[in-house]
């Protein structure tokens, strides 16, 4: 009997939240899907038919922590030597990465935050067939042919070449947890001998409940190199921890689900972010 107490108050409050949730997911009011802009900048409104609801609010939360931020870099006013970013390695094997990076994605967002350091960049989309030249001489450490590419225009004030190479991308671990309610509303059912403990017993076999989470660990070498000789200046290495989860509930076909966690695409930039942060402070 105290069991079964227990259960049918389990179910009881769980059918509340539920329901007070469901009863949420209707539209409210105007919702904006960001923050209020700084005076001068653009503001977006929300058109999602949601927005207003819990399940946006939530969404949105999850979001808002995933999302881009700028760094505040340690010498931003003092100005960095010219650069060039070349695209650097992926040694990791992992296919799930492999599939969705490519160097040159690394490299864009090496410039985008080493520009934002204040360190003066020169784009690759600037250099035509340059760029494989010196990716090439860089690569192999070959002097004489870095000097005669270093040679050209814009390309004779350039004092680093750096690059940015992935060494891991792996999901080291991962856990779940559930409950079923069905083996519990049986036994309820078949040895309550009433038509409330049946009915209890059909509730508590309706109960459903997951939860799932998964760690990775990426892992990222920068590298920067003499644009004269070849030799290397620096190197760092950065290894970040990027969790993804999943949670589900249902009862009496009152479901609620939520999935989540930081992107390879934010993981990836939140590196380049840390080894830039590492390079102003310590090589500017």
């Known amino acids: 009997m105290r069991t079964q ?10 059918l509340g939240l539920l329901m007070a949730g469901c009863m949420e997911t209707a539209p409210k009011a105007p919702a904006e899907s960001q923050p209020a802009a700084a005076s001068g900048a653009p503001a977006f409104g929300n058109p999602s038919p949601t927005a207003g609801s819990s399940t946006s609010a939530k969404a949105n939360a999850a979001a ?22 070349i695209p650097g390695d992926i040694k990791s094997a992992h296919a799930t990465f492999t599939q969705k990076f490519s160097p040159n994605n690394i490299a864009d967002f090496g410039e985008l935050e080493l520009s934002q350091a204040n360190f003066t960049v020169l784009e690759r989309a600037n250099l035509g067939h340059l760029l494989n030249e010196i990716t090439l001489a860089y690569n192999l450490g070959n002097v004489a042919a870095a000097r005669k590419t270093m040679q050209v225009g814009k390309l004779k004030t350039t004092k680093w070449i750096v690059k ?66 070849t030799e290397q200046v620096a190197q760092g290495y950065k290894e970040l921890k990027m969790e993804v989860g999943a949670t589900s509930t249902s009862v009496m076909g009152i479901s609620e689900s939520a999935k989540g966690g930081v992107g390879l695409d934010t993981m990836v930039q939140r590196l380049v972010q840390t080894a830039v942060w590492d390079i102003d402070a310590k090589y500017k």
């Open 64 to 85: 808002d922590a995933a999302a881009y931020k700028e760094v505040e870099y340690k010498n931003i006013k003092k100005k960095g030597p010219a650069l060039i970013v």
């Open 5 to 14: 107490r227990f259960v049918i108050s389990f179910v009881a409050v769980t």
């Open 164 to 229: 940015f190479d992935i060494l891991k991308a792996e999901q080291i671990a991962s856990n779940t947890k559930g409950f079923d309610g069905r083996a519990i509303g049986g036994l309820i059912s078949n040895f309550s001998g009433s038509r409330a403990g049946s009915a209890t017993g059909q509730v508590v076999g309706s109960v459903q409940t997951g939860e799932a989470s998964g760690v990775w660990l990426v892992g990222m070498r920068y590298k920067i190199m003499n644009a004269n000789t």
